[in-house]
């Protein structure tokens, strides 16, 4: 089992590294790999919508979305994002836009959770934006024992919010159970959720 994480932060070892390290640790101890994706500080584009995903598994954008190892690969996923007015960073919005119109059947079923790191407030309205992409997925979202945020303006700050270091923690074993039942699931034959063809409607035609 393994998870993908995504740093969505302009600063490779900043806040919400630190966070999501500390999720890594706790995946770790439950004898569950991760790996961590720096979206990097260039800009990212938003999504086109020109299809061309659709026709050929690949984005048009040539930008950091490219460099994002095999989704396919990964059993579960934790999407991080310092907060910016109150939202999630703006590259990270974009790069999550565009991943999940690429990927959104890829996604679907596998265990998600997010996470937000600010300064002192706009968590909760980031972390409804990041939670938005994962819930149209269908994915399963992993929750901890408050909301999955941590404080501070630096790393060391943020490693002196303890109960934002539990709650980081919490969420990483939450992660790791979530993928062990699922795993026994499909061990035991438990045949995943049905779904029917999709039906789309439109308000105006």
Known sequence: MKVLMINGS???HGCTDRALREIAQSLASDGVESE?????????????ACGM??????C???????????VTEYDGFVFGSPV???????GMMAFMGRLFYQNSSVFEGKPAACVASCRR??????LEALWKFPTYAGMYLVGSQYWP??????????????????????????????LKCLEAGKEAGVKKA??????GTNFIR
């Open 10 to 12: 302009p600063h490779e």
């Open 36 to 48: 961590i994706f720096w979206i990097g500080s260039a800009p990212i584009a938003s999504c086109l």
């Open 53 to 58: 995903c659709r026709k050929t598994g690949f």
């Open 60 to 70: 048009a954008i040539t930008d950091r979305l490219a460099k994002l190892p095999d």
């Open 84 to 90: 910016h007015y109150a939202e999630p960073a703006g």
């Open 121 to 126: 407030a706009g968590s909760t309205s980031a």
């Open 149 to 178: 945020m941590v404080h501070g303006n630096t790393p060391a700050e943020v490693e002196k919010d303890l109960e934002g270091m539990q709650i980081m923690r919490t969420l990483g074993h939450n992660m790791g159970y979530l």
């Open 194 to 199: 049905p779904r029917e063809a999709r039906v």
